[in-house]
């Protein structure tokens, strides 16, 4: 297939949030749709290409903003809350001379505002997670959970020694494409609770098929798992400790929010040739 965007050079930047990486194309590309899995396949390659977790197609200008969200593996996804919160950096810190208190991009599922807080920080702000099914057992795998949707789906693990069941790699994968979730699959979500209010987790995503530093959909689901098995209903903040740093999820009557670090590493061209 002849590809409409070989031997141009495509801006970029690569965006961070808790060692989860992104890479951000700005503006028109030129790029066909139906080019873009291969693209992102390229792009994203830790060897040959800039590596990333995933990639964010961004145009917008003042504060409005859209985005088009693909997993490494060329798969489009409707969200990603780290690669949100890198969004909002490189808006704050190189898009705009003078943004505002808050700037909002539009995702497929809704609209999602964000800001940069005093501490240097960046928040966002999103609809509760969906509680699809909780408890849930599903057979074969003999592994019950919760089924969340924070922007996309996860089924959320309760444990007692998370390191056990990361080593299980065999068994994230047969839990991600059990036939309970369709031909999209899930990510598969593993929690521990350290304190009152403080879980660690990690998130095996779908798009990846492996565990990676950090999720923020994975955070968001997680911290609603755990107020779910715990009963503690009350709580309005959960610290969430993932691989690759803190996170915080809030909640209130209508919306719920993450917080945490996010940076603009570098920006470059892609040679494609």
């Known amino acids: 297939m002849k590809k409409i965007y070989k031997n141009k050079n495509i801006k970029f930047y690569k965006v961070v949030g808790t060692e989860n990486d992104f890479v951000v194309v700005p503006g028109p ?61 490189l808006i704050y810190t190189h898009l705009e001379k003078k943004p505002g208190k808050q700037i909002e991009v539009k995702t497929k599922p809704f609209n999602v505002k964000a800001e940069k807080t005093k501490g240097g920080q960046y928040k966002i702000y999103l609809p509760k997670p969906k509680v699809i099914s909780a408890p849930c057992h599903l057979p074969i795998v003999e592994v019950s959970g919760n089924v969340i949707n924070s922007g996309v789906p996860h089924f959320v693990i309760p444990t007692k020694n998370m390191n056990l069941w990361v080593e299980d790699i ?20 593993l929690y521990q609770e350290t304190a009152k209010g403080k879980i660690k987790a990690v998130t095996f995503e779908r798009g ?54 996010a940076s603009v590493v570098f920006r470059g061209e892609w040679l494609w040739s």
């Not at 409707?78 to 919160?85: E, I, L, T, V």
């Not at 036939?179 to 999209?184: L, P």
Request: glycine content about 14%; charged content about 20%; hydrophobic content about 35%.
């Open 29 to 89: 590309h030129g790029i066909l749709k139906k080019e873009i899995p291969d693209f992102v396949r390229s792009i994203c390659h830790r060897h040959n290409g800039v590596g990333a977790d995933g990639v964010v197609f961004l145009k917008g200008a003042d504060g409005h903003y859209q985005w088009d969200f693909y997993n490494c593996d060329g798969s489009s996804a409707q969200m990603c809350g780290n690669a949100m919160r890198g969004v909002a950096a």
């Open 170 to 189: 065999s068994l994230m994968k047969r839990i991600q494409s059990h036939s309970m979730f369709g031909k999209e699959q899930t990510n598969v979500t």
């Open 208 to 261: 990846v098929k492996a565990f990676t530093k950090a999720c923020g959909t994975g955070a968001l689901a997680a911290a609603k798992g755990y107020l779910l098995d715990t009963n503690k209903g009350k709580e309005s903040r959960v610290q969430v400790s993932m691989p690759g740093g803190q996170l915080e999820v809030g909640f209130d009557k209508k919306s719920i929010y993450l917080l945490g670090p």
